[in-house]
């Protein structure tokens, strides 16, 4: 009797061990290939993405970068206009940053008094938000700009701000990015471009969404934003 109960045991023991190795796999392959987790820490998206949030990223739409290795599987599409990118900014390629997709190669870009203008029209935005109504000063960190300008200009009369720089022309196979939240946001107008190979993938789904600690006296269950949990990201 003994050996049969061992017997069934060692026989139990080793389908969940099978049932665990094949989770395991399939748990690397997904967040490998198709979903990872990020969380939004900054309110540099706000309006359309919130500091609490957390996204399931699609990691497939623009072809998922092999781990170990600098390949890519084959892409559903390219970064477009408009996308919410997730992506490793070229000054600090520690952080994870997420922004909105505004140009891409070829584009001419330009802000005047908050409006962004490619090719010479002006965009409608729907999604930008402009809280800061005060005027806004020259960005000596933003000089950078006069080497990609649509008409030669000598840098040092060129003196870009945060609501108002350009035109400038979007190199190839670079993107420029933008946060929603147009005052208040660390983009590609202070840093610069990003290439294809930065961008990680496109947040798909908020998955749960916390206010902070002191926006809330009671608990956890409190801090969640039930309204934004399941909230697709466009």
């Known amino acids: 009797i003994r050996m049969k109960i061992l017997t069934q045991s060692l026989r139990i ?14 748990f690397l392959l997904i967040r490998g290939f198709l979903l990872e987790a990020f969380t939004i820490p900054t309110s540099s998206m706000e309006g359309t993405l919130l500091p609490g949030d957390f996204l399931f990223v699609n990691k497939a739409l623009y072809g998922a970068e092999i781990p170990g290795t600098h390949a890519r599987l084959p892409a559903v599409r390219g970064p477009d206009r408009g996308d919410i990118v997730v992506f490793r900014p070229p000054h600090d390629r520690g952080r994870v940053y997420v922004k ?106 908020v998955y749960l969404s916390l206010r902070r600690e002191e926006e809330c006296a009671g608990g ?10 399941g909230r697709r990201v466009d």
Do not use: C
């Open 13 to 26: 023991l080793k389908e969940w061990t099978r049932f665990a190795v094949v989770t395991l796999v399939l």
């Open 220 to 229: 956890w269950m409190e801090r969640i934003r039930w309204k934004r949990v």
């Open 100 to 205: 909105r997709v505004v140009g891409m190669e070829g584009d001419t870009l330009e802000m005047r008094q908050k409006i962004l203008y490619r090719n010479g029209l002006p965009q409608d935005e729907p999604y930008a938000r402009h809280n800061d109504r005060r005027g806004d000063a020259f960005h000596p960190g933003m000089r950078w700009q006069s080497d990609f300008l649509a008409a030669a200009e000598p840098a040092w009369k060129y003196s870009p701000s945060r609501d108002n720089w350009g035109p400038l022309v979007v190199p190839a196979e670079k993107y420029f990015v933008l946060g929603d939240n147009r005052d208040n946001s660390e983009d590609s107008r202070y840093w610069g471009f990003i290439g294809r190979e930065d961008i990680a993938g496109s947040p798909w789904i």
